[in-house]
């Protein structure tokens, strides 16, 4: 039984059902935002604490070296030293999805691509997988090779980036040499345990190679983001923004050279993917060390959710019937994990159990004015296109399961923008809930659920221990190399760069199956990489499933008449920039950051908010993508805003 | 100018004291803006001219960050040569940028802040990313695109306020990739924005302090090299070491958009012979399959995306048009064959099939060595080859041989 807030039951048979004699099953019971100043506030008064918080505001507005508008705000408690209050606020809004509805469908894979370039391609693929289940087709098997080598490239030009340029600073000499001197000092005197496999001698040269814009592993990481793009480029076309994803496969000319050149770089990636756990690895190891207190740092429980990605062209077949099937054979499994344990590795149940709330956001419940919100009066599977609705379009899916008022295929946000106001609205962020459980998706993630669903094909490269992932990495100027990833028992900000870091080996090994995958197809003469179709004239629903390199993502559409009545995008950093739900819970980044100690060895006024940064930076923030809804309702005018503004 | 009147209602603005500004020039988390004396500076022996550094505020609205995605990509030059000032002759480019920049929050947003009041001790460009969005209709306390708070009284500012009050005295402004030239997708059929390019929004008479233009590098995304190469040429000829760049009637670097990618696409060839491909994955000349190279001015069938290599064209991808001001809608539906293309593929489907067909006789002649003329067979153990022209084919080859030569001497 995978859900515990929702009131899904399994029949025998495992068919998801409502539990029975639930009036209201998706009702919400709004729960003021929890205030976490005033409850330290009220806690000190109490004599729960020493003594009395003395707090200090900051505004991180925006955020740096994360991608796209983030803002932060926080309240830092100096006599504690903790951060005790979080608001994350997404600062942008853009409307693609508005500008979808009506099109023909095969333009949401250029328009939906630009929701992120950061991402940058995996948007086009996700939009490709959906309309090929709705348009009931298939990419040939070398289609979906050529579609995985470009997603893998792109998690090579996309973790080292992060890494290099964005968290990495944080650890540099030059940051910590203010914020933490006696560090610096004892990193000098620690020699690195993976000198041999990095080349840096001891943790301070690893520091040092850190510093921005001139360290040795920062730059070293945009020339491997540039090697990363030329791999990307041989299956993508162009990068960001791949031009050859169609429905039905790619339109990549594939030739004996696009395998060879591929296959010429993967080889330094191999070495770089060992490279980088090492250095990551004696990084983390030598702040946990230093000093435990790190392991609290952007802390959160181990809630995740996680799309899977890179199909086996043999069982891919792009239907809704057989999506748990073939979402299982992906060579990163699928899978929700709840407080560390793995409780399904189902699409379907993942896709049933998904809600978007807007409580915090500025949006409108786009619920407001139905009949009812969760018995459905008017709506059925398959039934609904229109406005002025009693009910959800899809009480269920394809299949049967149920399916929320506040899920994807049923969503019509109502954009309302209107001033920051952390009881009601901050965010253009929306919060997305699995369960009414706030979770954190990214490359960890899909490591964690592929470690403990143990569902990998027989391949010589990884293998799934059920804590952790054995990664073999062959030769290239290093020798042969088994990385060893363990699951973490804590998930904070230091696991969360750990983990990324051995996700380059990790990718890069399932890069190597995919291409020996391609050879063979190539060989046996199955050289097609694209299905003929025509856009279907009656109505479809489907939906489109993948990971970018921060995690989680999925498309959600719904056409008849072979135009778009609705396109849904849901995106890693929607799910972990979120602001509070309706119940009044924080998103993985306000979580992590309430709570996390601020362990600078300085004065109260010279605290810099380090750890914060950690914290926030280790999710690797994507917030372009973030910020895309949906409408239903055209251009805001001034009027219909300051009929907005009076009710505030 | 518009009018800015946000205010963060419902925020308890000052009731906790706030986290003091950082300002020592020697901390890393302070502004660049009064660190950047402090950093070290190279000796060159290229002559520097007037300018030793610069300050580059890239901006952000609605983007998709993808530009700033391009640009880490350049290798001609690459970033990090113009920001730690390795490129001889030209400044260093002391970055104010969300993705790179050091500092985050007030102090970030102080460096916007010095240069808008002109207190910087260098010039500074403006790199903006992105459509700009229309803040009147956003609402009196809403936001489009949120950009800082202002430390006295919390009230939110939006990038659009800081493109109003820093573009008069920027040196340049540099409108990067579609969005920002002309509005690009958050400016399609049916966004609520009112979303626009940078020209439009700061009107047809405006000018940098240097009496510039807004300068537009357009594509969605565009080429890395096309951005670094542009503000490295704009620079080299400020330090008075190279030519003003020319830019054409819509502000782009003229070199490299005047010509359609159409003429320089590796297919092109295949589209002159009247060949076309019918799947996607086809080898041949993708109009049918709704290319609008040949009307479209973009670059990057010979320069690639990144160092040289992909492009859309070059490796199987339809030109969609995303360097053109009528991008999106204007190429939609994607996917389909561009009307005008009917008349161009059918004619050249006669004409290009009838001299295909030629020069596939001259090249039986060519793949020839002189010594094979006279064999009767070819020492190829490959053998896939008819060895020897027959009847007319050898006549054709004897007549075209000696018209060839015929011209020797002149
Ligand atoms: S593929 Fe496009 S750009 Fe290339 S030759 Fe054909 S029409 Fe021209
Ligand atoms: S070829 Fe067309 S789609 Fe490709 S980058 Fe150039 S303008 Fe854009």
Redesign the interface.
């Known amino acids: 039984m995978c859900f515990k807030n929702l009131p899904i039951t399994f029949d025998s048979d495992g068919r998801a059902r409502l539990a029975e004699g639930v009036a209201d099953p998706y009702a919400v019971a709004v729960a003021e935002p929890k205030d976490f100043v005033r409850s330290a506030q009220a806690r000190s008064s109490a004599g729960a604490l020493a003594a009395p918080p003395r707090l200090r505001e900051w505004s991180i507005d925006p955020v740096t070296r994360v991608a796209g508008a983030l803002a932060v705000h926080t309240v830092l408690d100096l006599e504690t030293r903790t951060a005790v209050e979080a608001h994350s606020m997404a600062m942008l809004f853009r409307g693609y999805e508005i500008i979808l509805k009506g099109r023909d469908p095969r333009d949401a894979i250029d328009i939906s691509s630009r929701a992120c370039g950061v991402c940058g391609g995996v948007h086009s693929t996700v939009s490709s997988l959906a309309m090929e289940m709705a348009f009931g087709i298939v990419s040939p098997p070398l289609g979906t090779c050529v579609r995985n080598l470009g997603e893998v490239a792109e998690m090579f030009y996309d973790h080292p980036l992060h890494l290099g340029l964005l968290a990495g600073p944080d650890y540099s000499t030059a940051i910590v040499s203010v914020t933490n001197p006696e560090l610096v000092e004892r990193a000098a005197k620690t020699p690195a345990p993976h000198a041999d496999v990095h080349g840096f001698r001891t943790v301070k040269d690893i520091m040092d190679g850190f510093n921005p814009l001139e360290g040795a592993i920062y730059l070293e990481s945009l020339e491997y983001t540039r090697i990363a793009r030329t791999m990307c480029t041989l299956m993508y076309g162009k990068y960001p923004h791949p031009s050859t994803l169609v429905p039905g496969g790619v339109s990549t000319t594939v030739s004996t050279s696009t395998f060879n050149e591929y296959y010429a770089n993967l080889g330094k990636i191999f070495d770089y993917a060992k490279r980088l756990a090492g250095i990551w690895d004696d990084i983390c190891d030598f702040f946990l060390e230093a000093d435990p207190r790190y392991s609290d740092v952007g802390l959160r429980p181990s809630n995740l959710i996680q799309t899977g990605i890179w199909d086996d062209p043999a069982v891919y077949d792009a239907t809704y019937a057989n999506i748990d099937a073939w979402g299982q054979a992906r060579y990163s499994a699928p899978g929700i994990v709840k407080d560390g344990e793995l409780v399904t590795t189902k699409l379907t149940e993942i896709n049933m159990g998904i809600e978007e709330f807007v409580e915090h956001s500025y949006y409108e419940d786009w619920t407001a004015g139905w009949n009812g919100s969760g018995a459905n009066p008017n709506g059925s599977n398959g039934n609904g296109n229109g406005a002025g609705r009693g009910g959800p379009r899809f009480a269920a899916d394809a299949l049967g399961n149920p399916l929320s008022p506040y899920h994807a295929w049923n969503k019509e946000t109502i954009p309302r923008p209107e001033g920051k106001n952390f009881k009601e609205k901050y965010s253009w962020a929306t919060a997305p809930r699995w369960d009414r459980i706030s979770m954190e998706t990214g490359v960890y993630g899909r490591m964690w659920t592929t470690a403990m669903a143990r569902q990998l094909p027989d391949n010589p490269y990884i293998e799934a221990t059920g804590d952790g992932l054995r990664i073999l990495l062959p030769a290239h100027d290093l020798p042969e190399t088994e990385l060893e990833w363990k699951i973490p028992a804590k998930l904070n900000a230091f696991e969360r760069n750990r983990g990324r870091a051995y996700g380059v080996g990790f990718t890069a090994a399932i890069g190597m199956i995919c291409l020996m995958q391609a050879f063979e197809y190539w060989r046996k003469g199955e050289t097609r990489v694209s299905t003929p179709f025509k856009v279907p004239t009656d109505e479809r629903v489907a939906m489109g499933a993948w990971e970018a390199g921060r995690g989680y993502l999925t498309h959600h559409l719904h056409m008849d008449k072979g135009k778009l009545l609705n396109y849904q995008i849901n995106t890693p950093s929607t799910w972990n920039a979120s602001p509070r739900d309706p119940f009044g819970n924080p998103g993985p980044y306000e979580e992590a950051i309430v709570g996390t100690p601020l362990l600078e060895s300085v004065a109260d006024d010279d605290i810099k908010g380090i750890d914060i940064l950690r914290s926030i930076r280790s999710f690797d923030p994507c917030m372009p993508c973030t910020t895309h809804m949906d409408t239903g309702r055209g251009v805001i005018t001034r009027e219909v805003n300051s009929c907005g503004c009076t009710l505030e | 100018m518009t009018q800015y009147t946000?205010?963060?209602?419902?925020?308890p603005h000052g009731?906790?004291?706030?986290?003091?500004l950082?300002t020592d020039p020697d901390?890393?988390?302070a502004p660049v803006a009064l660190r950047s004396a402090r950093r070290p500076k190279r000796s060159d022996l290229v002559s520097q001219g007037p300018l030793e550094k610069a300050y580059l505020f890239w901006i952000?609205g609605?983007?998709?960050?993808?530009?700033?995605?391009?640009v880490?990509?350049a290798?001609h030059p690459?970033?990090?040569d113009l920001?730690?000032g390795r490129v001889p002759g030209l400044p260093r480019i002391e970055i104010v940028?969300?993705?790179?920049?050091?500092?985050?929050?007030?102090e970030?947003?102080e460096n916007l802040r010095l240069a808008a009041e002109g207190k910087l001790d260098a010039p500074y460009l403006i790199a903006w990313e992105g459509?700009v969005?229309d803040e009147?209709?956003?609402?009196?306390?809403?936001?489009?695109?949120?950009?800082?708070?202002d430390p006295a009284d919390?009230r939110?500012i939006t990038s659009l306020e800081w493109l109003d009050r820093m573009a008069p005295g920027a040196a340049a402004v540099l409108a990067i990739g579609t969005c920002a030239c002309w509005g690009?997708?958050?400016a399609?059929?049916?966004?609520?924005?009112?979303?626009m390019g940078v020209m439009d929004h700061l009107g047809k008479d405006y000018r940098s302090a240097l009496g510039l233009p807004v300068i537009n590098v357009p594509g969605?995304?565009p080429i890395g090299d096309n951005i670094t190469e542009t503000a490295a040429a704009a620079l080299l000829f400020l330090n008075g070491l190279a030519p003003l760049p020319e830019f054409d009637e819509l502000g782009r670097p003229a070199w490299l958009f005047t010509e359609t990618v159409h003429r320089h696409c590796p297919r092109a060839g295949y589209y002159e012979e009247g060949v076309f491909a019918h799947?996607?994955?086809?080898?041949e000349c993708?109009v049918e399959?709704g290319c609008w190279g040949p009307v479209v001015q973009c670059n990057?069938a010979e320069r690639?995306?990144?160092?040289g290599?992909?492009?859309?064209m070059?490796?199987?991808?339809?030109?969609?048009g995303?360097t053109m001001p009528g991008f999106?809608d204007k190429f939609?539906?994607?996917?389909?064959r561009p009307p005008g293309a009917l008349l161009s593929t059918n004619a050249n489907r006669v004409m290009g099939g009838f001299i295909r067909r030629l020069r596939r006789l001259s090249q039986t002649d060519k793949m020839r060595s002189a010594r094979w003329d006279g064999d009767r067979d070819l020492p190829s153990g490959w053998g896939r080859y008819k060895t020897q022209p027959v009847g007319a084919e050898r006549l054709v080859h004897r007549l075209y041989s000696r018209r060839q030569h015929s011209r020797e001497g002149g």
């Open positions: 946000k205010v963060v209602p419902g925020v009731e906790i004291e706030a986290k003091p950082v901390d890393p988390f952000v609605a983007s998709c960050d993808g530009c700033t995605i391009a880490a990509g290798t690459p970033v990090e920001l730690n940028h969300t993705v790179l920049s050091v500092e985050s929050g007030p970030w947003t459509s969005m009147t209709v956003s609402g009196e306390h809403g936001y489009w695109m949120g950009l800082g708070e919390g939110q690009g997708i958050p399609a059929h049916g966004n609520p924005t009112n979303a969605c995304s799947s996607y994955g086809d080898k993708l399959l990057i690639g995306i990144v160092d290599h992909g492009g859309c070059n490796m199987g991808g339809i030109c969609i995303c999106p939609s539906p994607f996917y389909e």
